[in-house]
């Protein structure tokens, strides 16, 4: 009896595109009065960047993430959805 073999790549990416769109219609509901609690949410990360200076060139890093209720509801929904694929 064979199984289903299923790909970890997969998974983050169908979690990425979650976040992703969960975290856009965070944002869109937020101008909508009865949507407010779908955009709420917490931002942490580093606030200022790191700064590579080599003299010939600079490179800062930087991550910041925003996490907000939609975007907690995108990634269950994912998950849910790679369940059943």
């Known amino acids: 009896m064979a199984t289903k073999d299923k790909n970890i790549w997969i ?3 169908f979690i990425l595109s979650g976040i992703v769109i969960g975290g856009l219609l965070g944002e869109l509901a937020s101008k909508i009065d009865w949507l407010w609690w779908l955009s709420y949410g917490q931002e942490f990360g580093m ?3 790191f700064t590579l200076d080599l003299s010939v060139m600079k490179i800062s890093f930087s991550l910041m ?7 907690i509801i995108g990634i269950a ?3 849910f959805v ?4």
């Open 77 to 79: 929904i994912s998950i």
């Open 47 to 49: 606030s200022s960047p």
């Open 82 to 85: 790679y369940r059943k694929v």
């Open 11 to 13: 998974l983050l990416i």
């Open 65 to 71: 993430f925003k996490i907000n209720v939609a975007s």
